[in-house]
């Protein structure tokens, strides 16, 4: 393996990484005010399909990701709905959501298009575009031409040209979200309170403070994210939407948020760390590592384990917000 | 009246509920411009209109009786176990395995040991998540959602690794003879019935006798009752001396080894092979079936029938107009939604109005006395 196909993993990690870092910090707002939400996968499937639909029809990715991001919103509301407002099973709302858009996209899919429950395929301005960094697509030449040459270079400048630069939007947004998420999180009055709700939501109220509001907010801030993550899904990674294109991304997001133990920083690290498996896996069908070979499957498998393992607390162990699942009733 | 009769809880609000998911999908038909009228009869017809709707609509319904149960006893622990698709997926290896072991002779001495195959390995899947949750507080609902996708890679694996029959396909090869449950069609032509071709066959008497044995192991047993005294009140079970880890583990072994039981109806009666994705989400709509069926097994039978026919009723749809498949699982996923998560949203209104409705009406003379 030379330096240079390490990059190229490395540069896919980010790509994959992306969608799931979106939807994990999305899980992470709403876990973190006492809202568990399984229905991340939905939500990303939903905006996928809206984006990728009204991307097709308009001819612009941008009113496609304001669609995306509408649509997993209102199914964020149907959650909020369910769990807060009507204190019901959020466990029970989020697997209602997942496939309410697991049929509701194919159906509109269908439709719409006619195409067998996917969207047209998505060129030019229906697509984000990747933005090339200043002086990257030079030092890219100029690295092609030397190889083409006698030299011998290093690759070093890859870094930049192939990992750094040269992604979409989507993604610079997604890992800005991170230290904004910090920031928010456990640097301003809304960030406590929201906290403050997913560990004792009575105390919270006794201050005077309105624990549905809180919660609504929340549950808002997740569906603009998994909007996010289901919008790059089919306008950036992907040229179009097809049936199930989530393919479990919310879930595997559920787990990096376990294993970073709802902390900003930790998802990202999490996220990248099953970007890069995610990014192994497709690579490579098996991989010999010290005279073992692994299966693809396992490293399919391997976020899954992990997440086990990990809730298992026999490595470090991940308690979630303590209020996290109960509706909040108020005192009579 | 200090609450509602037992028939409201049991009857009315799950029909309220289901009326209203039907109302949505109702909407959703128009919306993509068919009439929503004729799509229900076309449904009704496909469904129960001819011995043939019918074999397919008990076939899933056997599937769902089994992956309901399966949730059901899991939900009177207060364990909600999303892992049926997975322990589904695992019994079918178990059941694969025992009907590939030996060239079997006859369907009777297969059936049994297929039995204990596809419950054993069901139970198996559902033993661990169980034992992270009774020991380690581990969340249930996330290993076994973990579990779901461990499951489909490890069969995967074994298809394309072990167990592949020669040729493309990663399944095995095709069972023995000797493992072909009779089917529906067999069974009524023997008594002079003509039946119409379907994959309906005997393990939906199992799925018959496993309501009863459910009904009774809840109702009519001691573990039943510490089962459901663990789900009603975790310290009270406690104090009472009923151990928390035994109920657990049992519970979700019980629910493991339904799931598994699937397998006997999909893998040994229907497909006799094992295929990648046997399971088809019917682990999932175990959790409709057991919230739509209270978790009782009378409801959970009449729920799996309800959703066998929308099966069988989608695909007609599919074929005679321009609503695909996945309508059912729009259906499903609204009477989730509303039996499950907005369940209080009917039942508050419907509360208030038996306790106005039992205040304004008392005998004269009986008024209470507060």
């Known amino acids: 393996m030379d330096f240079l196909t390490i990059i190229q993993i490395l540069d ?35 905006s996928a399909f809206f984006s990728a639909a009204v991307a097709a029809m308009t001819g612009s990715v941008w009113i496609g990701l304001c669609a995306g991001i509408v649509s997993a919103v209102l199914f964020s509301l149907i959650h909020g709905l369910a769990s807060i407002t009507f204190k019901g099973d959020q466990l029970i709302s989020g697997v209602a959501i997942n496939f309410l858009a697991s049929g ?21 301005d229906a697509r984000f575009d990747s933005l090339d960094w200043p002086g990257a697509v030079a030092m890219r030449d100029a690295f092609r031409a030397e190889r083409a040459g006698d030299g011998d270079p290093t690759g070093l400048s890859a870094i930049y040209w192939d990992m750094i630069s040269g992604h979409t939007i989507l993604v610079y947004v997604a890992l800005l979200a991170v230290p904004v998420s910090w920031y928010v999180l456990f640097r301003t009055r809304f960030g406590l309170r929201l906290r403050a709700v997913g560990e004792n939501p009575a105390a919270v109220d006794t201050a005077g403070v309105s624990v549905v509001r809180l919660r609504y907010a929340s549950i808002l801030i997740a569906g603009l994210l998994t909007g996010l993550a289901g919008a790059y899904l089919s306008t950036g990674l992907a040229a179009g939407f097809v049936k199930d294109m989530t393919a479990g991304r919310g879930f595997i997001a559920l787990a990096a948020l376990i294993f970073a133990k709802w902390r900003p920083w930790y998802a990202l690290w999490a996220c990248l760390l099953f970007g890069l498996l995610e990014a192994v896996g497709n690579r ?26 990990i809730l298992a607390g026999f490595v470090g162990r991940a308690i979630p917000p303590r209020a996290g699942g109960k509706p909040y009733v108020k005192e009579r | 009246m200090e609450k509602m009769p037992k028939w409201a809880d049991v009857a009315l609000i799950p029909l309220i509920n289901l009326v209203l998911a039907l109302v949505v999908s109702g909407i ?97 899947w559902a033993a661990i998540p169980a034992y992270l949750q009774a020991r380690r ?46 089917n529906a069609r067999d069974i009524f032509a023997a008594v002079g019935i003509e039946f119409g071709r379907s994959p309906l066959n005997i393990a939906f008497l199992l799925g018959l006798l496993a309501c009863w044995l459910v009904w ?37 072994l019980i629910s493991g080894a339904l799931a598994g039981l699937m397998a006997v109806n999909a893998v040994m009666g229907e497909q006799q092979r094992l295929l990648q994705d046997n399971v088809l989400g019917a682990g999932f709509v175990g959790i409709a079936v057991a919230l739509m069926g209270r978790s009782h097994p009378v409801g959970v039978l009449l729920a799996a029938i309800l959703f066998g ?62």
């Open chain 2, 28 to 124: 959703v038909v128009t919306l993509i411009g068919e009439d929503p009228f004729e799509a229900m009869a076309i449904m009704v017809r496909g469904a129960v209109g001819s011995t043939y709707g019918w074999g397919y609509t008990l076939f899933y319904a056997t599937n769902f009786i089994f992956t309901g149960l399966a949730v059901a006893v899991a939900f009177h622990a207060k364990l909600f176990n999303i892992g049926g698709e997975g322990q589904a997926q695992i019994g079918s290896l178990g059941v694969a395995l025992v009907c590939l072991a030996i060239p079997w002779p006859h369907w009777i001495l297969a059936l049994p040991v297929a039995v204990i195959g596809g419950a054993l390995f069901g139970a198996a």
């Open chain 2, 216 to 252: 009774l192991l809840m109702w009519r047993t001691k573990l039943g009752y510490e089962i459901r005294a663990f789900g009603h009140s975790e310290s009270a079970a406690v104090y009472a001396g009923i151990s928390p880890f035994r109920i657990v583990m049992l519970a979700m």
């Open chain 2, 137 to 182: 507080g581990s969340h249930i609902v996330i290993t076994t959602i973990m579990f779901n996708f461990i499951a489909s890679a490890l069969l995967v694996y074994l298809l394309v690794e072990t167990l592949k029959a020669p040729g493309m396909a990663p399944e095995t090869e095709r069972f023995p003879p000797g493992t072909f449950l009779p």
């Open chain 1, 104 to 124: 509701m996209t194919v159906l509109i899919a269908q439709d719409w298009f006619s195409q067998g429950g996917r969207t047209p395929s998505l060129s030019g």
């Open chain 2, 309 to 370: 026919a929308l099966y069988q009723g989608g695909a007609e749809l599919e074929f005679e107009t321009s609503v695909p498949r996945e309508m059912i699982v729009v259906i499903q996923a609204l009477v989730i939604l509303f039996t499950g998560a907005l369940d209080n949203m009917v039942r508050d209104p419907v509360k208030r109005m038996f306790l106005r409705y039992g205040k304004r009406d008392p005998q004269p003379g009986t008024t209470p006395a507060e």
């Open chain 1, 12 to 46: 896919s990690t980010i790509r994959l990484a992306t969608p799931l870092l979106l939807a994990c910090l999305a899980g992470l707002f709403s876990e973190r005010s006492g809202i568990i939400d399984i229905g991340l996968e939905g939500k990303m499937l939903v």
């Open chain 1, 284 to 309: 490579y069908q098996n991989i010999e590592l010290v005279g073992f070979e692994l299966p693809v499957q396992f490293m399919q498998a391997l976020p899954y384990i992990l997440t086990v393992v």
